[in-house]
C-alpha cells in the first residue's frame, strides 16, 4: 500500500531560522513527488513537482529535493507569511489522483 | 487563484438530510478529483472523473455518489448525512503534466 509520512507535525521557527521539512514515502512506480502549501481554510496551493531522484527545485525561499526514498522540502530565512501547512503527494503510475501525507505545519515567528 | 471554482463555500445542514457539492474545472482540464479533508484524517482522494467517466475511486462511501456533466463540470452528492461527515470537500482538477489545482473547498458542518 502507499504511504506518505511528513515531519515534523508542527515546526515553531524564529523569522530568518533556516530549516527542513521531511516527506518519507512507499510507493510502487513513482510517477512523481508533489509539494503543496495549504493557508487555513483555503485549498492547496501547487508549489513543486520532483520526477526523479536527484532533483531540485527551487521557489524564492523555497527549495525542494527528492531521493529514493524522501523528499526534503528546505526553507531558508523563512517570513512570516511562509506560515502554512506544507503537504507532500505522491503520484504513482497506475493512476492519476495523488496520496497526500498528513502534513507539516509551520509556524514562523517575528 | 487555481481556476477552479467551487460552491458552496459552507453549507451547515442537519443530520439524514442530503447535500449536493459543486465544481467546475479549470478551463480545458478534463479530469475532476474529490477530495476530503477531516482534522483527524488529513485529505482523502474520494473519486476521480475524466470526461465524463469514472476513472478512479478512493476511500468513498456508499453514501457519496458523484458525476461529471457533459460540460465537465462535476457534483457530489453527500446523503443520509452524519456527524462525522462533516468536513472540508475540495475539488481539484489536473492538466497532462499531473498536478493537480484545487479549488477553495467547501466546508460543511452537519449538526
Known amino acids: 500500500e502507499d504511504q506518505v509520512t511528513q515531519s515534523p507535525e508542527a515546526l515553531r521557527l524564529q523569522e530568518g531560522e533556516s530549516s527542513s521539512l521531511n516527506c518519507s514515502y512507499t510507493v510502487s512506480g513513482l510517477r512523481g513527488l508533489f509539494w503543496y502549501r495549504q493557508d487555513p481554510g483555503k485549498g492547496p496551493e501547487f508549489l513543486f513537482t520532483?520526477?526523479?531522484a536527484g532533483e531540485e527545485k527551487e521557489k524564492e525561499r523555497l527549495k525542494a529535493t527528492l531521493t529514493k526514498k524522501e523528499s526534503f522540502l528546505h526553507i531558508t530565512a523563512p517570513k512570516p507569511e511562509d506560515s502554512a501547512t506544507y503537504l507532500c503527494a505522491v503520484g504513482i503510475n497506475a493512476g492519476n489522483m495523488l496520496t497526500f501525507g498528513g502534513g507539516t505545519r509551520l509556524m514562523v515567528k517575528p | 487563484d487555481s481556476g477552479v471554482t467551487q460552491t458552496p463555500k459552507h453549507l451547515i445542514t442537519a443530520t439524514g438530510q442530503r447535500v449536493t457539492l459543486r465544481c467546475s474545472p479549470r478551463s480545458g482540464d478534463l479530469s475532476v478529483y474529490w477530495y476530503q479533508q477531516s482534522l483527524d484524517q488529513g485529505l482523502q482522494f474520494l473519486i476521480q472523473y475524466y470526461n465524463g467517466e469514472e476513472r478512479a475511486k478512493g476511500n468513498i462511501l456508499e453514501r457519496f455518489s458523484a458525476q461529471q456533466f457533459p460540460d465537465l463540470h462535476s457534483e457530489l452528492n453527500l446523503s443520509s448525512l452524519e456527524l462525522g461527515d462533516s468536513a472540508l470537500y475540495f475539488c481539484?482538477?489536473?492538466?497532462?503534466?499531473?498536478?493537480?489545482?484545487f479549488g477553495e473547498g467547501s466546508r460543511l458542518t452537519v449538526l
Open positions: 520532483l520526477y526523479s
Open positions: 481539484a482538477s489536473s492538466s497532462d503534466t499531473g498536478e493537480l489545482f
